[in-house]
């Protein structure tokens, strides 16, 4: 495998893309987004990574990774692409997979007999089977003879550097070659993790399995937070409480569940088996409902909800990272901004300004001017801030203040 192109250059494919060359690969980073090759040509990544900005210097300094907005033949194609959903006109949710098969259709156009494709984007049961009919069009080749893997991603933000060497690898294939291909590049890449090979459609759940347990597992933590609330008791004090027993893991209660990963995926399997996935599906609704429950604490406790001024502190969906993709922090302020509540956020992982429509301030003016607090996330920042913030009277969503 002399050249590695990743297509997708966002929170997967540029971590993806410097790992590889790290490794030793030739890696040519492509997105159809000039700003952002444009950006990582001048020697700035576009993303806030730990760790991640010294590993692309690295990386750029050893002659191995390049970028390009337009695609060339290469050995090997990754596919890191969105994969967000849609609700259609009945209201179900949707996945949208257009950014992969328009990807694939790039790729089949310069794709040869040997080359491989490794689709990193996490998807429902048989996209795989998709790609490879859309590169079979596109190329020529007979699809059956397409060597294609799903390789989903199992990493965290704020940890990807080290995820991406170190935890177990999935590759689902559908040729024995494509399998022997995807597993040399990964055990190449690996320091820890093990490679474990299957077919493709048992990969391709897998992903939506493990982001979906922890979607139900997140949803029983924030089910218990109204009832506690409803009691009177604490429930982060509950839950410790609970953890100690030796085989008991709830996870943290929070206003919600965000990011592209745990709010999305549990909706491509019940998207397949809506009378099957009944769990799945309350879990999903009990999540999204979190960020409404979190609004009404909030104007019942202001002493005039018409002039106070709320706080929201964070807008991304988990600590320590500036993603904000479907974060509840951001539905929740859509809703107090609907019920009448005047409100700013403190998000310092995103520009200050307008942020999704939301003001966004420093911390120190957001507590200067805020009558009422909403913690929404355990940023350090906040986390080292805590008598500042308990100066004020506050809501805390995630037991930061405990």
Known sequence: MKKITVMGLGYIGLPTAITLAGAGYEVCGFDVTERVVESLKGGKIHIV???LQEAFDQAVAGGHLHFSSELSPSDVFYIAVPTPFFEDASGAHKADLRFVESAGRMAGKV???DDLVILESTVPPRTTEMLARVLGEESGI????IHVAHCPERVIPGNMM???KNNDRIVGA??????QMAKEIYEHVLDKGVVRVTDDITAEMCKLTENTFRDVNIAYANELSVICDKMGIDVFELIKLANCHPRVNILTPGVGVGGHCIAVDPWFIYEQFPEEAKVIHASRLRNENKPRFVAEKVLSSLRDPK???V???GLSYKPDVDDLRESPSIELCNILRDKGVNFIACEPFAPYGEVHGIQNV???EALSRADYVVVTLGHSLFQENRDKIAAKPFFDCVGMME
């Open 49 to 51: 990574e730990p760790g």
């Open 111 to 113: 794709l040869r007999p």
């Open 142 to 145: 007979p699809q059956g003879e």
């Open 162 to 164: 080290y995820e991406l």
């Open 174 to 179: 559908r040729t024995p070659e494509a399998a």
């Open 307 to 309: 002039k106070d001024l």
């Open 311 to 313: 706080a929201v502190l």
């Open 362 to 364: 420093p911390f120190e």
